[in-house]
């Protein structure tokens, strides 16, 4: 394969991925690009990966988005309280220091719907140690969690 036609395969790929994008492909000299089937002409022009340039994927939505990040649409009825609240009101039900995996468990109890993993109700706890809501006590390699003070005086 010589060096033009090397360079000739590397433009018709990055024209199709232009075409993929929405962005516009122009050729040299500002005609269009090559692969690109102009009016009248064939289409039998070389496809790469079994589809036409110009056609829009077909994983992609009218909005140029993939249908996987579109995600589920939004349930019907009331909203769910945050996760943030749900921790924070099991917190504020014992006055003791409570390991993250203790309100895990006891969220999932009371809460039996909604399924976070022990990961996402740690880093909870974690945020609303960020915003003052929550204390961290350290004992050894455990560390525990409680409402803060000004937190059960005052509702979040």
């Known amino acids: 394969m010589s060096h033009v ?3 000739r395969e590397e433009e018709a790929l990055l024209v199709h991925i ?13 005609g269009p690009a ?12 070389p496809v790469l990966g079994g589809q036409h340039p110009t ?7 009218a909005s140029g988005r993939h249908r996987s990040e579109k995600g589920a649409a939004p349930k019907a009825g009331a909203k769910q309280p945050l996760l943030r609240d749900l921790v924070l009101d099991l917190l504020r039900t014992h006055d003791e220091p409570r390991l993250a995996r203790e309100v895990h468990e006891e969220f999932l109890r009371k ?4 399924q976070p993993s022990v990961q996402v109700v ?11 809501h929550v204390r961290r006590h350290k004992q050894g390699r455990s ?9 059960t005086a005052n509702s979040v």
């Open 55 to 61: 056609e829009p994927s077909p994983d992609l939505s």
């Open 111 to 114: 809460h039996p719907a909604r």
């Open 5 to 7: 036609e090397a360079l």
């Open 18 to 30: 232009c075409n993929l994008t929405g962005q516009s492909a122009v050729g040299p000299l500002g």
């Open 143 to 151: 560390v525990m969690y409680s409402v803060s003070e000004s937190v």
């Open 34 to 45: 090559p692969g690109q089937v102009q009016e009248g002409a064939s289409a039998d022009v």
């Open 122 to 132: 740690r880093n909870t706890i974690e945020g609303l140690v960020a915003k003052g």
